[in-house]
């Protein structure tokens, strides 16, 4: 998608980057692993942020030595840019390593609310 993220979005989108970052070096990995999941899915409609989700997922899989997420992740940050370019992305799809890459899946109703702000 081109254009600029929504500053609402942007913000939440830092946000839950940042604080995925300060509660992993805390040993929540699985609230870590939560808000990336987030961001993922707010960030899917743009390559750069959804790029750089896919970074900080490699980054924590990385980390804690997870090698299927590490390899996902290096496999996802490749088409993560395109396929927000073309439109061609699983809306509402986690983006971890344990999900099919093509899949599909619901979106948060929270989560709806901020990319109903793309549209508008």
Known sequence: MSGRVPAPLAERLDANLGDARLVASNGDVDRA?????????????????????????????????????????????????????????????TGRAAEPATRTMPVPDHLRELLELRRG
């Open 33 to 93: 692993w939560m808000l990336l999941e987030e961001a993922h899915v707010l960030s899917q409609p743009w390559a750069w942020p959804h790029v750089r989700v896919h970074l900080a997922m490699l980054a924590l899989g990385w980390r804690l030595r997870d090698c299927t997420e590490v390899v996902g992740q290096a496999l996802r940050v490749l088409v993560a840019g395109p396929g927000s370019l073309t439109g061609r992305y699983p809306e509402g799809n």
